[in-house]
RNA sequence: GGCGGCAUAGCCAAGUGGUAAGGCGACGGAUUGCAAAUCCGUUAUCCCCGGUUCAAGUCCGGGUGCCGCCUCCA
């Protein structure tokens, strides 16, 4: 079975074909920074690295790029309409500047918690005002944009495609418009490429005016095409972006360069809480911060928003992410009785024994994650394993193989704990007194250094072979 | 008003028309010095109403509810 993807362009499940037979050049959408990202919009980033880590699993070398938008959007679109990071600047009594350097700083921090592997590039929209101006330049030239004061506008009747990727008709559109239309447009559903206003901080001097910024839609555009050529195989978003986002970006750079921009447009659904939307009204937009302040770590967050369908709505609960702790807990728990297993500490007596369900399980996590990253149909796979080792249905050539297997497996999920730990000496002494106490049936001194290393995070299990620990979540 | 998505056990969540994966939790039993872990067992008329079919969670029609977009929220 080879990967296949749903594509937002045609509303299908396609075969993946990467232009370029082994690479894959894939554009996320990545975030304005004017704010502290939340559990959110790490779905929409842990999806991205999802994919990008299913594709290296494949063997194909991805070519990933990932926008920090630093040039405020304007809040609304009226003339006196106020950019979000300059609002978020008075709030802070900062300059946009250092709110947009200062959030994408614990952007970066975030993702680094949150195990997500490094774009090839995160280009900044302040950073590419001149490859913008050139697509605006080439639309104008081309009859696609017009200029009327200091703004320019892309004029969606000479881009007959515009609505493709939405669905959503220029007439109902215009039907629907609850905004008050600027009378400099030749039509409402024209969008600005550039935009021309003295109040704004963050600007510009091009032939258009001295206090310039750019249209929103254009940075990925221009820097899409900077750092990964006119056509993408793979571009990504959350599904709001689908429009009006994407649907104009595709408008300007199929205009601008005559080409097919992506091929595929996979977009993540939004993350609801409480079964009901995330706002901030509600107070629910949680943070790392937040999640760690419940006891919960990076590690295990990024379990609880990846093991869903990116698909489907994904309910974030407090319940929900304790769920998802325990779950994870026993993932860490299949890799240590698995390396018991192969170093023949207990398991099946036959080293072979057990190979065809390492092979089944890995089946099962294939299967699933080349049906469009479904990894809540490839989980089973690794818990089938854990069950298999239990049972005592393994042996240890197979639990070797099945720990290479796992190693892989994680280079695609990044939450199981793989590597091996070594407790600090005086853990393993106290673990020796402990025993030393039991065997003196002095139970009363064993269970008070049991629960000193329970409050250290050390769990103590007796088995029939002896004493194991593992470390509490 | 227009466009799109979703609805499966207490909770999370798969499901390719052929008789409901997996996880978390709960309950009963075994095991244990007590626990933990583990083992055995129990825990779903698939939102509602019609229809197509030998057969529907899956297809069709109509409801209801939730989510997103309709000019700058992932």
Same mark, same amino acid.
């Given at each position: 079975m080879s990967f296949s993807v749903f594509n937002s362009m045609t509303r299908s499940v396609e075969p993946f074909v990467p232009l370029e037979p082994g690479v894959v050049r894939m554009y996320n959408c990545g975030p304005t920074v004017y704010n502290r990202p939340h559990v959110g919009n790490y779905r929409a980033f842990l999806f991205a690295d999802t994919l990008r880590r299913w594709l290296e699993y494949l063997g194909l070398r991805v070519e990933q790029v990932m926008n920090i938008t630093d040039v405020g959007h304007l809040?609304?679109?009226?003339? $006196?309409g106020e950019d979000k990071l300059e609002k978020q600047a008075r709030r802070e009594k900062l300059d946009p500047w250092q709110i947009s350097r200062k959030v994408t700083e614990q952007f970066f921090a975030d993702l680094a918690a949150l195990g997500v592997r490094q774009a090839k590039a995160y280009p900044k929209a302040s950073e590419h005002i001149p490859e913008m101006l050139e697509i605006i330049e080439g639309l104008l030239a081309k009859g696609h944009a017009y200029a009327v004061g200091g703004n320019v506008y892309f004029d +969606?009747? @000479?881009? %007959? &495609? *515009?609505? &493709?990727? @939405? #669905?959503?008709r220029v007439e109902e559109l215009e039907a629907g418009a609850r905004i008050a239309v600027r $009378?400099?447009? &030749?039509? %409402?559903e024209d969008f600005a490429l550039w935009k021309s206003d003295p109040? !704004? /901080?963050m600007k510009w001097a091009t032939r258009f005016g001295p206090d310039g910024f750019p249209g929103w839609h254009i940075e990925c555009s221009a820097m899409s095409r900077k !750092? /990964? #050529? $006119? &056509?993408?195989?793979i571009h990504t978003g959350g599904e709001?972006?689908?429009? %009006?986002h994407h649907e104009c970006e595709i408008a300007q750079s199929e205009s601008f360069s005559g080409k097919p921009f992506a091929t595929y447009w996979m977009h993540s659904k939004f993350l609801q809480v409480d079964g009901g939307k995330m706002s901030k009204s509600l107070g629910n937009t949680y943070t790392l911060d937040d999640v760690a302040a419940k006891g919960f770590n990076a590690r295990q967050l990024r379990f609880a928003l990846i093991r #869903? !369908? *990116?698909?489907a709505p994904l309910n974030f609960t407090w319940e929900s992410m304790k769920d998802a702790a325990s779950s994870l807990e026993n993932l860490d728990d299949l890799v240590v009785r698995l390396r018991r297993v192969a170093k023949g500490q $207990?398991?099946?007596? =036959? %080293? =072979?024994?057990?190979l065809e369900l390492v092979q089944a399980a890995r089946k099962t996590f294939e299967d699933g994650m080349n049906d469009d990253l479904n990894v809540s149909r490839a989980l089973p796979g690794l818990m089938a394993l854990r069950a298999a080792a239990l049972e005592g249905r393994l042996g240890s050539a197979a639990a070797l193989d099945a720990l290479e297997f796992v190693r892989r497996a994680n280079e695609v999920l990044?939450?199981? =704990? +793989?590597d091996e730990e070594l407790l600090p000496a005086a853990i393993e002494a106290l673990i020796a007194a402990r025993q030393a106490a039991r065997k003196a049936k002095d139970f009363k001194e064993s269970d008070r250094i049991r629960d000193e290393l329970l409050a250290k995070g050390i769990v103590l299990e007796d088995t029939p072979k002896g004493v194991v620990w593992r470390r509490k979540a």
């Open positions: 809040t609304d679109d009226a003339d $006196e +969606v009747k @000479s881009f %007959p &495609r *515009y609505g &493709r990727l @939405s #669905g959503n $009378e400099d447009k &030749r039509n %409402p109040a !704004h /901080l !750092h /990964l #050529g $006119e &056509r993408l195989d709001d972006n689908i429009f %009006p #869903g !369908h *990116y698909r $207990e398991g099946a007596g =036959q %080293p =072979q024994a057990g990044g939450v199981i =704990q +793989v």
